[in-house]
């Protein structure tokens, strides 16, 4: 079993920066991508960034130049630097991971329970 631990949402006003954090625990051979997706309310769940472990990333178009993705590899935790925050980045952000449990094991998808951000206009 797999979890992931989300820290370091709040509430920031336009404008202003956060960084969350993501972190994997459990059994786990190895980390392919991992992420951040993000659900405002009455609104589908959408990617906001993705980082493989090569570290290629991919961002939303409505964050690009805005967010920074970034890993630790050997500590299994994503992270991501969020400047320049809009009201519309308002949402509860959830972390992605793509894990293997062991050497001959697939890839499964995981999920963190999610953290609130707020930005006040």
């Known amino acids: 079993q797999v979890q992931l631990v989300e820290s370091g949402g709040g509430l920031v006003q336009a404008g202003g920066s956060l960084r969350v954090s993501c972190a994997a625990s459990?059994?786990?051979?190895?980390?392919?991508?991992m992420g951040w997706y993000r659900q405002a309310p009455g609104k589908q769940r959408e990617l906001v960034a993705i980082?493989?472990?090569?570290?290629?990333?991919n961002y939303a178009d409505a964050v690009k130049g805005r967010f920074t993705i970034s890993r630790d590899n050997a500590k299994n935790t994503v992270y991501l630097q969020m400047n320049s925050l809009k009201p519309e980045d308002t949402a509860v952000y959830y972390c992605y991971a793509r894990v293997k449990a062991s050497y001959s094991g697939s890839y499964h998808d995981y999920w963190g329970q999610g953290t609130q951000v707020t930005v006040s206009s």
């Open positions: 459990g059994r786990i051979f190895s980390t392919n991508a």
């Open positions: 980082i493989t472990s090569d570290r290629s990333t």
